[in-house]
């Protein structure tokens, strides 16, 4: 199982987004140059963020992308939903008889990771983009 770069780059730049959000609208540029994240991948993924309405964007010289709910109200499985990123663990269908391996039934530890994805989506459903920027700033004061 392994997320790629667009969920985690979707993360990071929502959460840069947000701890700006009451300000100004931000520009994809901003982020890109605070996040290390290419100005046209950041682009792509944006397009879907704002196809799912999670954000919003300005127009104007003072231009850029606001959040469209409140932080706490955007769940980390919705991002991932957004950039159609999926958290598998399995390979087959869940509700297919037959297993990832094609044979007539589910491996010996089918239930195992089948557990484990349902306990990582349900923790990205738990986070919300507000836990991430708390979590970023307490880290930032306590290095300080």
């Known amino acids: 199982m392994k997320l790629t770069s667009k969920g985690r780059y979707a993360v990071m730049a929502l959460v840069d987004l947000a701890r700006f959000n009451n300000i100004n609208p931000v520009s994809l540029r901003d982020i890109s140059l605070r996040q290390g994240i290419s100005l046209d991948y950041l682009e792509q993924i944006f397009l879907k963020l704002r196809k799912k309405e999670i954000v919003q964007s300005v127009r104007g010289t003072q231009g850029?992308?606001?959040l469209?709910?409140?932080a706490k109200?955007?769940?980390l499985?919705?991002?991932f939903e957004a950039v159609d990123e999926k958290v598998k663990t399995v390979q087959c269908k869940k509700?297919?008889?037959k297993g990832c391996n094609g044979k007539a039934v589910k491996c010996l530890t089918h239930n195992l990771w089948?557990?484990?994805e349902n306990h990582i989506n349900n923790f990205f459903d738990k986070k919300s983009l507000?836990?991430?920027v708390?979590?970023?700033s307490e880290r930032r004061v306590s290095n300080g």
């Open 64 to 66: 850029g992308y606001i």
């Open 68 to 70: 469209n709910k409140k």
């Open 73 to 75: 109200e955007i769940k």
């Open 77 to 79: 499985i919705n991002i």
């Open 95 to 97: 509700e297919s008889k």
């Open 114 to 116: 089948d557990e484990l």
């Open 130 to 132: 507000e836990d991430l």
């Open 134 to 136: 708390k979590d970023n």
